[in-house]
C-alpha cells in the first residue's frame, strides 16, 4: 500500500500516542486529545510544570517530522500546545527511549508524541505507564524497507520484503517490535 518509486515500501502502522504514569495523573487530567493536553498545562501549570517530556525536535529527526506533520493537521491547537509546553517547561530530549526513561523514573508525569511500539514495551515492563491514542488526530508513521535501484541483489531484497509483508513476516515483526 505505501511505496515511493518502486524503492521504498511502508510495511508497519506506528502511531503518535501519550503515555502516561497513572502513579502521578489523576484519571480527570488524562488528556484524550491535543487540545485536552494544552489546556490541561494551562489550567494546572503548576502541577505540571516541567513534568511533561517530548522530542527535541532540533536533536530527532522523528521528532521533527512528527511537530512538523501536528503542524499541518491541526496548525491552531498545536499553536496553543506549544505554547502550554512553553509555559509549562516541557523536558525535551533526543529520544524516544530517553523520554520514555524520564516517565518510567517519575522525572516526569506525562510524554507526548512518543512511538507506539516505544510505548507500548515500556508499559509491558511498567504498567503503571499507559497509553493514549488522541481522539481528535493520531499521527502514523509507517517503517520502511528500501530497495535501492542500483542494488546487485535485487532478488534477495525483493525475497526479504515478500517475507516481511506476508503473514508469517509481519506476525514475527508485531511480536519481536515490543522489545528492545
Not at 82 to 97: D, K, Q, Y
Not at 141 to 146: I, N, V
Request: aromatic content about 12%; hydrophobic content about 35%.
Amino acid at each position: 500500500w505505501a511505496n515511493w518509486r518502486e524503492e521504498v515500501y511502508g510495511f508497519s502502522f506506528e502511531p503518535a500516542v501519550m503515555v502516561y504514569d497513572e502513579r502521578q495523573v489523576p484519571q480527570e487530567d488524562v488528556p484524550r486529545s491535543h487540545n485536552d493536553l494544552a489546556e490541561l498545562l494551562r489550567q494546572k501549570f503548576e502541577t505540571y510544570r516541567g513534568r511533561v517530556g517530548t522530542y527535541d525536535v532540533r536533536a530527532s529527526g522523528i521528532g521533527y517530522l512528527l511537530a512538523y506533520n501536528d503542524s499541518r493537521v491541526a496548525p491552531t491547537t498545536y499553536g496553543r500546545l506549544l505554547e502550554s509546553f512553553g509555559r509549562a517547561e516541557t523536558v525535551t530530549r533526543c529520544c524516544n527511549n530517553e523520554v520514555l526513561e524520564e516517565l518510567r523514573r517519575g522525572n516526569i508525569a506525562i510524554a507526548y508524541n512518543m512511538l507506539g511500539s516505544y510505548a507500548y514495551a515500556a508499559h509491558l515492563r511498567d504498567p503503571h505507564l499507559r497509553l493514549v491514542l488522541p481522539r481528535d488526530y493520531t499521527l502514523i508513521l509507517s517503517r520502511g524497507a528500501l530497495i535501492p535501484a542500483t542494488s546487485r541483489q535485487k532478488g534477495l531484497a525483493g525475497a526479504f520484503l515478500d517475507y516481511l509483508l506476508s503473514e508469517r513476516g509481519q506476525k514475527k515483526a508485531r511480536a519481536s517490535s515490543f522489545y528492545f
